[in-house]
């Protein structure tokens, strides 16, 4: 599937993430849950740098 965006084309890159569901608790009487990923890759990234200071 090809996507557009301001005229510019680009295939979306599919994540194949794997993940489960759990149960966090209840709100008003329904069941909460939360997708929990299991093989995410880590979104930190070394030397980042904002308005000239170093982010952790």
Do not use: W
């Not at 990923?37 to 000239?52: E, F, V």
């Amino acid at each position: 599937m090809s996507l557009r965006y301001r005229g510019a084309d680009y295939e979306p890159c599919q994540n194949g993430f794997n993940y489960f569901e759990e149960v966090i608790g209840t709100y008003r009487g329904a069941v909460v849950t939360r997708r929990v990923a299991t093989n995410a890759p880590s979104q930190h990234i070394d030397g980042l740098t904002y308005r000239g200071s170093k982010v952790k």
